[in-house]
T-cell receptor
Framework: DQQVKQNSPSLSVQEGRISILNCDYTNSMFDYFLWYKKYPAEGPTFLISISSIKDKNEDGRFTVFLNKSAKHLSLHIVPSQPGDSAVYFCAATTTSGTYKYIFGTGTRLKVLA | NAGVMQNPRHLVRRRGQEARLRCSPMKGHSHVYWYRQLPEEGLKFMVYLQKENIIDESGMPKERFSAEFPKEGPSILRIQQVVRGDSAAYFC??????????????FGDGTRLSIL
């Protein structure tokens, strides 16, 4: 039972353009969402998060949008840079519980120079 | 990923042996989570511990796997009588006691376990 889904295993984008990574979830109890970036042979690195009381959070080139009615979130990277090439995981949790994260299967982003 | 230290980075075991994975959380963090990543999959929650307590082990296999976080020293994930299906990357994450709802978990670089 995959509660968090990333339906695009890979995405290629030209340098300077926008990258949009998508994530869907099924559990309406999730109220905190995060995006992590992962390079090979390293651990996930936190990028940005959003609480369910918001619909948008911005940090530099990264913006996360949350659509609660659609149970959908997306990560926008503008402008995309070659160093952004990595696997991106979305994660969800319930802050009234133990804060364990439920991860999607990841999207491999390749930014072409 | 400075802060959360995992060792060893790579561990090779033969079927039937024991594997011990260690995790030292970031300074000031008292909550430790273990996740497992199988090839081509996302990370899956295994267990959540505070000092000397297992809080949530709902993701742990019922047999052969155990975890501890003693008062002194690192958290240990122990796998007894390893099988080929245990081959995976095991990640540890830590978070502070306060404001956990607004503080993301910080991950170590993982231990890659290979079973021969």
């Amino acid at each position: 039972d995959q509660q968090v889904k990333q339906n695009s295993p890979s995405l290629s984008v030209q340098e300077g353009r926008i990258s949009i990574l998508n994530c869907d979830y099924t559990n309406s109890m999730f109220d905190y969402f995060l995006w992590y970036k992962k390079y090979p042979a390293e651990g996930p690195t936190f990028l940005i998060s959003i609480s369910s009381i918001k619909d948008k959070n911005e940090d530099g080139r990264f913006t996360v949008f949350l659509n609660k009615s659609a149970k959908h979130l997306s990560l926008h990277i503008v402008p995309s840079q070659p160093g952004d090439s990595a696997v991106y995981f979305c994660a969800a949790t319930t802050t009234s519980g133990t804060y364990k994260y439920i991860f999607g299967t990841g999207t491999r982003l390749k930014v072409l120079a | 990923n400075a802060g959360v230290m995992q060792n060893p980075r790579h561990l090779v075991r033969r079927r039937g042996q024991e594997a011990r994975l260690r995790c030292s959380p970031m300074k000031g963090h008292s909550h430790v989570y273990w996740y497992r990543q199988l090839p081509e999959e996302g990370l899956k929650f295994m267990v959540y511990l505070q000092k000397e307590n297992i809080i949530d082990e709902s993701g742990m296999p019922k047999e052969r796997f155990s975890a501890e976080f003693p008062k002194e020293g690192p958290s240990i994930l122990r796998i007894q009588q390893v099988v080929r299906g245990d081959s995976a990357a095991y990640f540890c994450a830590s978070s502070p006691q306060r404001d956990r709802g607004r503080q993301p978990q910080h991950f170590g670089d993982g231990t890659r376990l290979s079973i021969l």
